[in-house]
């Protein structure tokens, strides 16, 4: 099991800075693929970044350039940090993380979640 808590929400202005943090603790040797999702109120759940244990970074179209993922593979914290934040980034931000093991003829994936931190920006 993995369990992740998120810390750095909060209510920033249009343009402003913000930096989530996200703490890995349990079985984490196992944790492939970190990262980011939020839900905006009323829409799904969407991928804002990934990090994979190749330290290969994925981005959504919508945050490419304004937003860096970062991870501490000895911590095992995944940061976001988020600049030039718009009001349509707005939503709750999830940590996510992807756990494999096993033999190379059989492996095995669990996905874990954190609780959600609120990001609002007003404009």
């Known amino acids: 099991q993995v369990q992740l808590v998120e810390s750095g929400g909060g209510l920033v202005e249009a343009g402003g800075s913000l930096t989530l943090s996200c703490a890995a603790s349990?079985?984490?040797?196992?944790?492939?693929?970190m990262a980011w999702y939020r839900q905006a109120p009323g829409k799904q759940r969407e991928s804002v970044a990934k990090?994979?244990?190749?330290?290969?970074?994925i981005y959504a179209d919508s945050v490419r350039g304004r937003f860096t993922i970062a991870r501490d593979y000895v911590k095992n914290i995944v940061h976001l940090q988020m600049n030039s934040l718009k009001t349509e980034d707005t939503a709750v931000y999830y940590c996510?993380?992807?756990?494999?093991?096993?033999?190379?003829?059989?492996?095995?994936?669990?996905?874990?979640w954190g609780q959600g931190t609120q990001v609002t920006v007003s404009s």
């Open positions: 349990g079985r984490t040797s196992s944790i492939d693929t």
């Open positions: 990090i994979n244990s190749y330290a290969t970074e």
């Open positions: 996510n993380a992807v756990s494999k093991w096993g033999p190379i003829e059989r492996i095995y994936e669990a996905e874990y």
